[in-house]
């Protein structure tokens, strides 16, 4: 999950969105509505499993793994500092 959030995902619909907290939601909930390209549907349905609490933790978790060229920036930004 590393660099999802925020990007483009292509859907083997034919669909492309970013993805953002509600795609996430909607993934950790009912995984198969959406899949990507290049993946099967093998994770399995949180729905009724996770408190709301849990799903917004998780969401949080996977949104602070954060966007890779955020951490491209923040890495040479830190290296310009020194």
């Known amino acids: 999950m590393l660099g999802v959030y925020g990007n483009t995902v ?3 619909n ?3 969105l970013i993805a953002d907290d509600a795609y ?3 993934s950790i909930l009912s995984p198969a509505a959406k899949i990507v390209n290049g993946y099967k549907p093998v994770m399995p349905a949180f ?3 996770l408190s709301e609490e849990q799903i917004l933790n998780l969401v949080a978790y996977i949104r602070s793994l954060g966007h890779p060229l955020d ?5 040479q930004q830190e290296e ?3």
Do not use: N, Y
């Not at 951490?71 to 890495?75: D, F, L, R, V």
């Open 10 to 12: 292509h859907l083997t």
């Open 14 to 16: 034919g669909q492309a």
């Open 24 to 26: 996430i939601r909607e």
């Open 47 to 49: 729905q009724e499993q």
């Open 71 to 75: 951490s491209a920036k923040e890495t």
């Open 80 to 82: 310009g500092k020194k």
